[in-house]
């Protein structure tokens, strides 16, 4: 089982950046970004492909976060940009073992999680 572990939340006025980062222990495939905020579920963020070369991102983050990869390092970062209150949430990273064409939105086909990074927007 791959292990992946989140990295880069804290604490960030509106307006601000964070970047995350999620270093898997092997190899993977597409693999994603989801968000669960208090008293909600948890919902798609972002996704990117085993290559890179495709990318999908919820509408709620569209033109403002950046997911990418680098797999020579097995990692995989979100960039968040222009951050609001209501990006506040513990962000978890999710990798696929299957090697799919493309990207992966769905939660219940992801099947290595993270423990998740607290990220907090204060206004």
């Known amino acids: 089982q791959v292990q992946l572990v989140e990295s880069g939340g804290g604490l960030v006025q509106a307006g601000g950046s964070l970047r995350l980062s999620c270093a898997a222990s092997?190899?993977?495939?597409?693999m994603g970004w989801f968000r669960q905020a208090p008293g909600k579920e948890r919902e798609f963020v972002a996704a990117i492909s085993w290559s890179g070369g495709n990318t999908y991102y919820a509408d709620s983050v569209k033109g403002r976060f950046t997911i990418s990869r680098d797999n020579a390092k097995n990692t995989v970062y979100l960039q968040m940009n222009s951050l609001t209150p209501e990006d506040t949430a513990v962000y978890y990273c999710?990798?696929?073992?299957?090697?799919?064409?493309?990207?992966?939105?769905?939660?219940?086909?992801?099947?290595?999680w993270g423990q998740g990074t607290q990220v907090t927007v204060s206004s």
């Open positions: 999710a990798a696929d073992r299957i090697p799919r064409i493309g990207v992966v939105t769905a939660a219940y086909e992801y099947v290595c």
């Open positions: 092997g190899r993977t495939y597409a």
